[in-house]
């Protein structure tokens, strides 16, 4: 029998049923959950049909800060807008947009680095509208639930200039 104690499970609750205690978090774009479970070896026939811990407790963190989605200030277009322009970012015409063309080695460079932009934009629930001609992608960030600039578009568009670097 499973016996909990506070966030730990105690060690002997896992000895007396022939398994062992595990912790792993998991994370979704709004909560993290910590789970503690006691994981039994699973004979051969059930691998992989059945899940192979007895018990699980689980934790919620405290809901994560969500950057917001607001307009850019005019100061705040001082702060963050202007450093960008002046590294090759440009207004996109007619729109509240900043977009930049990027250029790598060959379509390799160009897909991997796209993949890491991806991954970080579903994990901030923010994403690139992109054009891609072998080495080349064209990315434009503008936040729609505002209309235009918002601070998500500073930290993707860093995170795109920080990142193409690397290549
Ligand atoms: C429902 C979902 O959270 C919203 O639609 C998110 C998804 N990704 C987004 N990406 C961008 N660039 N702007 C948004 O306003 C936006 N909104």
């Not at 002046?86 to 390799?108: I, T």
Request: aromatic letters at 10%.
């Amino acid at each position: 029998m499973a016996v909990a104690l506070g966030r730990r499970l105690l060690p002997s609750a896992a000895a007396a049923v022939g398994g062992r205690n595990y912790s792993c978090w998991t994370s979704t774009t709004s909560l993290a959950l910590w789970h503690t479970r006691i994981l039994l070896p699973l004979p051969d026939t059930q691998r992989g049909t059945a899940a192979p811990y007895v018990y699980t407790r689980s934790f919620a963190s405290k809901p994560k800060k969500r950057m917001s989605s607001v307009k850019l200030t005019p100061d705040e277009r001082d702060v963050h807008v202007k450093p960008l322009l002046e590294g090759g970012w440009k207004m996109v015409d007619g729109r509240d947009a900043v977009e930049k063309k990027f250029q790598f080695k060959d379509f390799n460079q160009a897909w991997s680095w796209m993949n890491r932009v991806a991954l970080a934009s579903e994990k901030m629930d923010h994403h690139p509208e992109w054009f891609n001609v072998y080495n080349r992608v064209e990315v434009t960030w503008s936040t729609h639930d505002c209309g235009g600039l918002s601070l998500k578009d500073i930290k993707m568009a860093k995170f795109c200039d920080d990142t193409s670097k690397i290549y």
